[in-house]
Nanobody, 117 residues
Framework: QVQLVESGGGLVQAGGSLRLSCAAS????????MGWYRQAPGKQRELVAA???????NYADSVKGRFTISRDNAKNTVYLQMNSLKPEDTAVYYC???????????WGQGTQVTVSS
């Protein structure tokens, strides 16, 4: 089992920045991919960014050039640096991960990000 705890959400004005963190605990030795998803009211959950254990990264087109994902394998933590935030970035942001040899995906509880215009 892996537990994920997000932090760093909040309220920010358009153009501002926030940094999200997600710490994994439990059976973290086999964690492979880690990522961030978001879900806005009335919309489906969507990928924001993902990073594998080797550091290969994938971003949603809507955040390229503004958001940066990174991870610290020693701390079992993934980060999302969000710059130039827009009101349309407002959503609950969820961290997730999977483990080698398993299709099961673990999710955090989510953290609210609100960007005011």
């Amino acid at each position: 089992q892996v537990q994920l705890v997000e932090s760093g959400g909040g309220l920010v004005q358009a153009g501002g920045s926030l940094r999200l963190s997600c710490a994994a605990s439990g059976s973290t030795f086999s964690v492979n991919n880690m990522g961030w998803y978001r879900q806005a009211p009335g919309k489906q959950r969507e990928l924001v960014a993902a990073i594998d254990r080797r550091g290969r990264i994938n971003y949603a087109d809507s955040v390229k050039g503004r958001f940066t994902i990174s991870r610290d394998n020693a701390k079992n933590t993934v980060y999302l640096q969000m710059n130039s935030l827009k009101p349309e970035d407002t959503a609950v942001y969820y961290c997730n991960c999977d483990r080698w040899g398993s299709n099961y995906v673990y999710w955090g509880q989510g953290t609210q990000v609100t960007v005011s215009s």
